[in-house]
C-alpha cells in the first residue's frame, strides 16, 4: 500500500507545471531590509549553462562556507555628504567591500543604487579613505535590471568611475554589462525551493591601477560572469554564482545563496570581514602584485595551487604589499589562499601567456 501511495505523489509532482514569473521594482531590496548571505564552496561539476524555460536548478546539497548580513539603508541613514552628492540615489548596502592604494585604505564602504520603476541602478560607492568621506561617482550607472524583468529580455549597460589622490594612487574601471534573462522555473537550495527568473550577466571591465609610491601600473581587460536567480519578493538573489572567462569559458569562482543560517544556529562561522585582500594582474603572465588590507600579523601566508591539490608557492607575507615571480608556472587555473589559521580567503588565479 505505501509503494502505491508513493507512486501516486511522484506522478502528481511531475505533472505539475508551474507560471512564469515577473521581476519588478518592488522586489528589489528595500531600506531596512537586511538578508543572510551564505557562500557555499565551489563545485567543479556546477553547469552555468544549464537553463531554459520551466527549468528546475537543484543546488539543494550545496555545502555551506561562511555566512554574513547585508543590510540596506535608505541614503537619510548615512551621511549627509554622501547624500548630497549622489543626487538621485534612494539605497544604501554597507559592505565588506575595501579598496586600497598603497597603504591606504577605503572602509566603511557603501554600495549606492537607485531603484525606480524602469531600472536597479549603481550609482557608485561611498566610503572613508584615511578617515576622510571620499565617494566614488559613477560617470554613467551601471545598471544591474530593467523592468520588468521577463524571460528572454536582453539588455546592457556602460558604467565608469574613477578615483585619484595626488600622492597616492590612482584607480579607474570602464565596464560593460550584457543582462539575458535566459530561464525560469524552480531553483533548490538548501534554504529551500523557489519560482525564480535567472539572469546571465557577462560584464566586460577595463581596470587600470597605479600606485605611486611604488611607480607601479597595470591596465588589464577582464571579462566575468554572474547567474543570478530572482524570486518575487526575494529583494536580494536567492541564488548567485559567479565566474571568470578562462581562454572563453566560464569558471565558476564563488557560489552563494540567500540563507536563514544565523538566525537558526545552523553552525556557520560568520565571514571575517577584517581581512582583505586584492592582486594583480589576473591572469598574470609574469609578475603577480598582492596586497593586504589590514594588519600584518604572524603566520600570514600565501599559497599558490594548482587543480589537482598540489601546493606550488607557499611563502609568509611580511609586508603589504608583496611581489611574487609565477613565470614558471604553466597555462592554467590555479586557487591562490591567502591568510591564517583563523581566516583564510580564497582567489581563483588564472596564468595566461
Not at 609578475?287 to 598540489?310: A, C, F, W, Y
Request: glycine content about 8%.
Amino acid at each position: 500500500m505505501k509503494k502505491i501511495l508513493l507512486s501516486i505523489s511522484i506522478c502528481i509532482v511531475s505533472a505539475t507545471s508551474i507560471a512564469q514569473i515577473s521581476i519588478a521594482q518592488s522586489d528589489m531590496p528595500q531600506a531596512g531590509e537586511t538578508f543572510i548571505s551564505t557562500t557555499a564552496a565551489v563545485d567543479i561539476s556546477i553547469d552555468p549553462s544549464d537553463t531554459g524555460p520551466n527549468h528546475t536548478w537543484d543546488f539543494q546539497n550545496l555545502q555551506p562556507l561562511t555566512s554574513a548580513t547585508d543590510t540596506f539603508y535608505s541614503m537619510s541613514d548615512i551621511s549627509l555628504i554622501y547624500q548630497l552628492l549622489f543626487s538621485g540615489a534612494n539605497l544604501a548596502a554597507k559592505s565588506g567591500f575595501t579598496i586600497a592604494i598603497d597603504q591606504l585604505t577605503l572602509a566603511e564602504v557603501y554600495l549606492i543604487y537607485k531603484n525606480s520603476s524602469a531600472q536597479f541602478e549603481q550609482y557608485g560607492y561611498a566610503g572613508t579613505f584615511d578617515g576622510i568621506p571620499v565617494p566614488i561617482i559613477y560617470g554613467a550607472n551601471d545598471v544591474i535590471y530593467k523592468f520588468p524583468l521577463q524571460y528572454g529580455d536582453v539588455d546592457s549597460s556602460e558604467s565608469d568611475f574613477a578615483l585619484g589622490l595626488p600622492g597616492v594612487g590612482y584607480v579607474s574601471q570602464q565596464r560593460k554589462r550584457v543582462n539575458t534573462v535566459d530561464g525560469w522555473g524552480t531553483v533548490i537550495t538548501p534554504a529551500g525551493n523557489f519560482e525564480a527568473l535567472r539572469i546571465t550577466s557577462v560584464i566586460t571591465d577595463i581596470d587600470s591601477v597605479f600606485i605611486d609610491t611604488l611607480n607601479l601600473g597595470t591596465n588589464v581587460t577582464l571579462k566575468s560572469y554572474e547567474y543570478k536567480w530572482l524570486a518575487t519578493g526575494s529583494g536580494a538573489p536567492v541564488l548567485q554564482i559567479n565566474a571568470q572567462d578562462v581562454l572563453g569559458l566560464p569558471v565558476v569562482s564563488e557560489v552563494s545563496y540567500q540563507d536563514t543560517a544565523l538566525q537558526t544556529g545552523i553552525d556557520i562561522p560568520e565571514a571575517n570581514q577584517s581581512f582583505s585582500f586584492t592582486f594583480f594582474p589576473n591572469p598574470v603572465s609574469e609578475n603577480l602584485v598582492l596586497q593586504t588590507h589590514s594588519e600584518i600579523r604572524p603566520g600570514l601566508e600565501m599559497k599558490v595551487t594548482d587543480i589537482s591539490g598540489k601546493c606550488i608557492i607557499h611563502c609568509n607575507i611580511v609586508q603589504p604589499v608583496s611581489f611574487f615571480d609565477v613565470s614558471g608556472l604553466e597555462n592554467g587555473i590555479y586557487l591562490l589562499t591567502v591568510g591564517s589559521v583563523s581566516a583564510m580567503q580564497n582567489r581563483l588565479l588564472v596564468v595566461q601567456r
